[in-house]
């Protein structure tokens, strides 16, 4: 036996060992990164798609601030325009937004939203939760007109604008627009003025026929749902609010902000929308 095999000079064994290390260290330095990289995809892969639908006098950048919220916390998050033409037709619209989401998904709606996303999730075995922002949940035969003023206190009526447009089928249908000097008060009195004028500009019309268009689907009945109610809510009284909360037997939370409560307490409805999904997903 050669023993200059058997015994090598310390000089080596040290070269040797720092090229291990070396070499481990180039591997760490590759490897955490694209093992980080993996944690947050699989992270985002695993929480439910958020899809926010905007009512009527807003459009999808009421959510906003929502969505920077909901994005920062890892979920994937759609907002998509609501047509606001009617009950049936905008709820089929979102219901093929839905179809286009692999996972679950928890469905939020803010308003006439709200009336849209009970129908709209039904018969969607990938909804897991319905959360409502200061709006209306009708039951079967419901409209959302009939359930505003079902409970004093709404004064949206007085500050209404009607224009009329032409139907594809040759009828004149009438759009509601909030006027924009009524707009701050009504709508979003806890907004400032500087961002209240601009969302009186962008606002969304909603037809007065989707208003009156009864429900014919009513998936709270089968879905968990989660309800934010605004107490300071000059559109949906806040009694017909709890009144809709309460017949859905929902998670309820009451805070005290104005009808437009995505805008001005976007982290208050980004908390309840994550209370449903840390739900759904134990």
């Given at each position: 036996?050669?023993?200059?095999?058997?015994?090598?000079?310390?000089?080596?064994?040290?070269?040797?060992?720092?090229?291990?290390?070396?070499?481990?260290?180039?591997?760490?330095?590759?490897?955490?990164?694209?093992?980080?990289?993996?944690?947050?995809?699989h992270t985002?892969?695993?929480?439910?798609?958020?899809?926010?639908?905007?009512?009527?006098?807003a459009?999808?950048?009421?959510?906003?601030?929502?969505?920077?919220?909901?994005?920062?916390?890892?979920?994937?998050?759609?907002?998509?325009a609501?047509?606001?033409?009617?009950?049936?037709d905008?709820?089929?619209?979102?219901?093929?937004?839905?179809?286009?989401?692999?996972?679950?998904?928890?469905?939020?709606?803010?308003s006439?939203?709200?009336?849209?996303?009970?129908?709209?999730?039904?018969?969607?075995?990938?909804?897991?939760?319905?959360?409502?922002?200061?709006?209306?949940?009708?039951?079967?035969?419901?409209?959302?007109?009939?359930?505003?003023?079902?409970?004093?206190?709404?004064?949206?009526a007085?500050?209404?604008?009607?224009?009329?447009?032409?139907?594809?089928?040759?009828t004149?249908?009438?759009?509601?627009?909030?006027?924009?000097?009524?707009?701050?008060?009504?709508?979003?009195?806890d907004?400032?003025?500087?961002?209240?004028?601009?969302?009186?500009?962008?606002?969304?019309?909603?037809?007065?026929?989707?208003l009156?268009?009864?429900?014919?689907?009513?998936?709270?009945?089968?879905?968990?749902?989660?309800d934010?109610?605004?107490?300071?809510?000059?559109?949906?009284?806040?009694a017909?609010?709890?009144?809709?909360?309460?017949r859905?037997?929902?998670?309820?939370?009451?805070?005290?902000?104005?009808?437009?409560?995505?805008?001005?307490?976007?982290?208050?409805?980004?908390?309840?929308?994550?209370?449903?999904?840390?739900?759904?997903?134990?």
């Open positions: 036996m050669n023993p200059k095999t058997v015994f090598r000079s310390p000089r080596t064994s040290v070269a040797v060992l720092g090229a291990v290390v070396g070499v481990s260290a180039l591997t760490l330095a590759f490897t955490a990164p694209a093992n980080a990289a993996k944690a947050e995809q985002r892969q695993t929480k439910p798609t958020v899809v926010l639908v905007h009512g009527a006098f459009d999808a950048s009421s959510w906003n601030g929502v969505v920077k919220r909901l994005e920062h916390d890892g979920y994937p998050v759609i907002a998509p609501d047509p606001l033409r009617g009950l049936a905008d709820s089929a619209y979102i219901h093929s937004v839905l179809a286009s989401v692999r996972g679950p998904v928890i469905l939020v709606g803010h006439y939203g709200g009336a849209v996303i009970s129908q709209a999730a039904t018969g969607d075995p990938n909804v897991k939760a319905l959360v409502y922002i200061a709006a209306f949940a009708p039951d079967k035969g419901e409209s959302a007109l009939e359930l505003s003023n079902k409970f004093p206190g709404s004064t949206l007085s500050t209404l604008s009607s224009v009329p447009y032409p139907g594809s089928d040759g004149t249908g009438t759009d509601l627009y909030i006027k924009a000097d009524k707009f701050h008060d009504q709508f979003a009195a907004v400032p003025t500087s961002v209240t004028d601009l969302m009186a500009a962008t606002q969304r019309p909603v037809a007065a026929s989707a009156e268009e009864k429900a014919t689907t009513t998936a709270w009945k089968t879905i968990p749902s989660w934010l109610i605004t107490t300071e809510d000059k559109n949906i009284p806040p017909a609010q709890r009144f809709m909360a309460h859905a037997h929902a998670h309820t939370t009451e805070i005290s902000a104005s009808h437009a409560v995505s805008v001005s307490r976007p982290t208050a409805v980004t908390r309840i929308i994550e209370q449903a999904a840390d739900a759904i997903v134990r």
